[in-house]
């Protein structure tokens, strides 16, 4: 596709429940990166592919929280057990190549509500 | 620990005029600084980036300046228009770390006409 695409937009979730939410990169992008941005808050960096590398998860706040990345396409980012301090908004975003001066991409984000 | 810091939440400022937002970072290690806008219910956008070698970048309306001794960077926007009104975020990174970013909280910025 022409942009980085996320789903589902919106997300409501109870307590306890696991949660998964997928972010399809631009086409040919090797990177691809998974952010979040909490109330108030900047955007937290959580998990980081490229390529056939292993992932750099060194963002991910608790083992509760995991990333796949498919055929170096498609990601899922998955929240087990998932907290009220887990709602956010999930933000994806790939670029062509990791590093480079023009960033990267995002999509328009997942926003988690956990009730 | 927040290493990188929008002091100013939201800044309201006339159509035409100059707009000046302003980031501060903590880590000297950062050689890479970028800005990104923000719409709502949009991801944010990339803008403008300064490397630390540098200590100005221009496009078009938008110029950044980096003061790596004071470790303050500033988004200058003349002149504003309404389109600008956005939430504005500082980012930075370390060589090396493959464009992990470390973000600000963010500025609102109002253009109002």
């Known amino acids: 596709g022409a942009g980085v695409s996320q789903s589902p937009s919106n997300k409501v979730t109870e307590k306890g429940k696991d949660v998964e939410l997928r972010c399809d990169p631009i086409?040919?992008?090797?990177?691809l990166y998974w952010y979040r941005q909490s109330l108030g808050q900047g955007l937290e960096f959580l998990i980081y592919?490229?390529?056939?590398?292993?992932?750099?998860k060194s963002g991910l706040p608790s083992d509760r929280f995991s990333a796949e990345r498919t055929g170096g396409s498609v990601s899922t980012l998955t929240i087990q057990r998932t907290q009220q301090e887990d709602s956010a908004v999930y933000l994806c975003?790939?670029?062509?190549?990791?590093?480079?001066?023009?960033?990267?991409?995002f999509g328009s984000g997942t926003r988690l509500t956990v009730v | 620990d927040q290493q990188v810091k929008q002091n100013s939440p939201s800044l309201s400022v006339q159509e035409g005029r100059i707009s000046i937002l302003n980031c501060d970072y903590t880590n000297s290690m950062f050689d890479y600084f970028l800005w990104y806008k923000k719409y709502p219910a949009e991801g944010p956008t990339f803008l403008i980036s300064?490397?630390?070698?540098?200590d100005k970048n221009e496009d078009g309306r938008f110029t950044v300046f980096l003061n790596k001794s004071a470790k303050h960077l500033s988004l200058h926007i003349v002149p504003s228009q309404p389109g600008d009104s956005a939430v504005y975020f500082c980012a930075a990174s370390l060589t090396g770390t493959a464009s992990k970013l470390t973000f600000g909280t963010g500025t609102r910025l109002q253009v109002t006409l």
């Open positions: 300064i490397s630390s070698i540098k």
């Open positions: 975003a790939s670029s062509y190549r990791a590093g480079g001066e023009n960033g990267y991409t």
């Open positions: 592919f490229q390529g056939n590398s292993a992932p750099d």
């Open positions: 086409s040919g992008h090797t990177a």
